[in-house]
């Protein structure tokens, strides 16, 4: 399973990014999706998540009604939807996948993922 994340950049506080996550994989229908990020001395931190169907998704209160998380199952691509961007929002972003269901596990959780994208940095200026 490979992921590439695109879509990062430099945008100003009030901006909106969409963020892309492409996945090469056959089942990735089967799969649940997640947004992490880290921004510099942090930990990484659950941003977003979406089941395999695309009809449960999952949002940190921090970004929660700024953010949204979709998935094209055609395009084996997640998106990430993210508005009104403030300067606490720059991280670099990663995309994961959840190949196997881990079902005791919470989509917040890094451990519900098997596989991570490579990062895109999103910075937003003041």
């Known amino acids: 399973v490979q992921l590439q994340a695109s879509g990062g950049g430099l945008v100003q506080a009030g901006g909106s990014l969409r963020l892309s996550c492409a996945a090469a994989?056959?089942?990735?229908?089967?799969?649940?999706m997640g947004w992490f990020r880290q921004a510099p001395g942090k930990e990484r931190e659950f941003v977003a998540a979406i089941n395999w169907s695309g009809d449960s998704t999952y949002y940190a209160d921090s970004v929660k009604s700024r953010f949204a998380i979709s998935r094209g199952n055609a395009k084996n691509t997640v998106y990430l939807q993210m508005n009104s961007l403030s300067p606490e929002d720059t991280a670099v972003y990663y995309c994961?996948?959840?190949?196997?269901?881990?079902?005791?596990?919470?989509?917040?959780?890094?451990?519900?993922?098997?596989?991570w994208g490579q990062g895109t940095q999103v910075t937003v200026s003041s």
């Open positions: 994961a996948a959840g190949v196997y269901t881990h079902s005791s596990l919470s989509y917040t959780t890094p451990q519900k993922y098997d596989y």
């Open positions: 994989g056959r089942a990735f229908s089967s799969w649940h």
